[in-house]
């Protein structure tokens, strides 16, 4: 069993950085995958950061080179690093736990809400 905690969501200008953390208990496995996900209101839920258990990252177009996915080298928190933020950015973002990269995600926080202003 894996427990995920999101912080660090609010509200921010156009243009402005916000930092996504979400703490990581319980079971470890050894070849995870960890991502970030976000529902926009009406939208389905869309991935918008992975990374593996090796470090290796993916990102959605509409997020390259503005957000950053890492984790501690611990690896019990995984942070979502945002910049340059847009209005369509709002959502509610959650971080899931895959026990195995490639077949789903089998745990999930319970989200924080990101609400940019034009």
């Known amino acids: 069993q894996v427990h995920l905690q999101e912080s660090g969501g609010g509200s921010v200008q156009a243009g402005g950085s916000l930092r996504l953390s979400c703490g990581v208990s319980?079971?470890?496995?050894?070849?995870?995958?960890m991502a970030w996900f976000r529902q926009a209101p009406g939208n389905q839920r869309e991935e918008v950061a992975t990374?593996?258990?090796?470090?290796?990252?993916t990102y959605a177009d509409s997020v390259k080179g503005r957000f950053a996915i890492s984790q501690t080298v611990t690896k019990n928190t995984l942070n979502l690093q945002m910049n340059n933020l847009k209005p369509e950015d709002t959502g509610i973002y959650y971080c899931a736990y895959a026990l195995m990269c490639g077949y789903g995600y089998n745990f999930w926080g319970q989200g924080t809400q990101v609400t940019v202003s034009s």
């Open positions: 990374i593996s258990n090796s470090g290796h990252t």
């Open positions: 319980g079971s470890s496995y050894p070849d995870y995958c």
